[in-house]
């Protein structure tokens, strides 16, 4: 079954398309998949605007945008498709996260299926988190499930993108995924304060000078001391974090440098007991942040292919549709508190 992922991450890079068939194992142990094409569609100013003010939307301009949006990501699976040269069996659209507050009981994921199947005429499953919020779940992450049946020989799989998050599985019923931290949604703040999208390699982070009590604070914020499941809202997120790091008055370089020390302390406090570590996410390219970790997790860190590297999370949503289309579960209550283990995912057929 051939399935076309599709994710919007919060960092607005760029809407994420990859195509994955799917294979059942002869011997009925598991999956194998092929990454059959992939691409990055980026964000034009006005759709950056837009997606990044959706949270002060009125009920009627988030409407209308849930519209526009899932007309923009049929657009684009349309035209990918006829790139390639390729057909699919189903689209699998995380959509945009506009809110994430799991402890009040919501999520919303813009990028209407019904309009995807439109501008397609491929069948669409959206909306992956809702049902598990109404048994009492986070929601997220929901990447752990995929890193368990994909990457089976790794011990623990680390995504670093706009926040990382990280898989610890060893059963369906057995293992631990959260999100540990911010990432390139902070990273990418500070660094266009010095006129730049994202920074490249870390370049700027070097530059800086990491300050002990900005590292200080930031580690005594209460997420740290939560136990899972637990994941990070971006609007909360930035609520926390911006108005705690200005107030100590820093450079960009020395807040960037800052930050990449407490990632790499906050993530390694998590590997802790690990040996075969997979890296994926844009921020597997920040050169600077990976010496970083590696001075402080000096054991093996693996970094994959570059197609990989950037489009895990959206092969990942290909295998969560292509489960929910078969039936079988893709959010696991282990991960993300809920009360039973779900098939979850709204499947509007062409």
């Given at each position: 079954m ?10 607005l ?5 990859a ?8 011997d ?13 569609i980026?964000y034009s100013?006005?759709w ?7 949270v ?18 049929g657009d684009q ?5 006829r ?9 699998a ?6 809110f ?8 919303l994921?813009i990028g209407?299926?019904t309009?995807i ?7 669409t499953i959206?909306?992956?988190r ?5 048994q009492?779940?986070h929601?997220?992450p929901?990447v752990?499930?995929g890193d368990l ?11 670093l ?6 898989s610890?599985m060893?059963s ?6 959260f999100?540990?931290c ?5 990273l ?6 010095l ?10 982070a ?15 914020l209460p997420?740290?001391?939560a136990?899972?499941?637990k994941?990070?809202d971006?609007?909360n997120?930035?609520?926390?974090y ?6 100590f ?5 020395d ?6 020390d ?12 690990s ?10 390219f920040n050169?600077?942040f990976?010496e ?12 994959p292919s570059k ?9 990942i949503?290909a ?9 079988e ?6 991960i993300?508190g809920?009360r039973?283990n ?8 062409a």
């Open positions: 051939k399935v076309l992922g599709v994710m919007s991450g919060t960092s890079d760029g809407l994420d398309l195509l994955v068939e799917f294979l059942e194992r002869a009925e142990s598991g999956l194998d998949f092929n990454i059959l094409a992939t691409e990055t980026e100013d006005t950056i605007q837009a997606l990044r003010n959706s002060f939307a009125s009920g009627k301009e988030l409407t209308q945008l849930d519209v526009n949006y899932g007309r923009f990501i699976c349309r035209l990918f498709l790139k390639h040269d390729e057909s699919c069996d189903l689209i659209s995380h959509g945009h996260t506009v994430h507050e799991p402890e009040k009981g919501y999520t994921q209407s299926g309009y199947v439109e501008e397609t005429g491929i069948s959206y909306d992956f809702s049902a598990d919020l109404a009492g779940g929601g997220a929901l752990p499930l049946l994909l990457f089976p020989e790794y011990d623990c799989c680390v995504n993108g706009g926040i990382a998050n990280i610890l060893k369906k019923s057995e293992g631990i995924g999100d540990v911010p990432f390139n949604i902070l990418n703040h500070y660094s266009q304060k006129g730049f999208v994202y920074d490249k390699g870390g370049e700027n070097r530059k800086g000078h990491s300050s002990t009590q900005l590292l200080e604070a930031l580690n005594l997420y740290y001391r136990l899972p499941p994941s990070l971006k609007e997120l930035l609520k926390t911006l108005p705690l790091i200005d107030q008055n820093l450079s960009a370089e807040v960037l440098s800052s930050l990449c407490h990632f790499g302390h906050q993530i390694n406090t998590v590997l802790e007991g040996r075969n570590v997979l890296l994926t996410g844009g921020g597997a050169t600077f990976i970083v970790l590696e001075s402080r997790f000096p054991r093996t860190l693996h970094r197609q990989l590297i950037e489009f895990k999370e959206a092969v949503f295998l969560l549709g292509y489960l929910r289309f078969q039936g579960d893709n959010i696991l209550k282990v993300t809920g039973k779900l098939s979850s995912g709204i499947l509007i057929e």
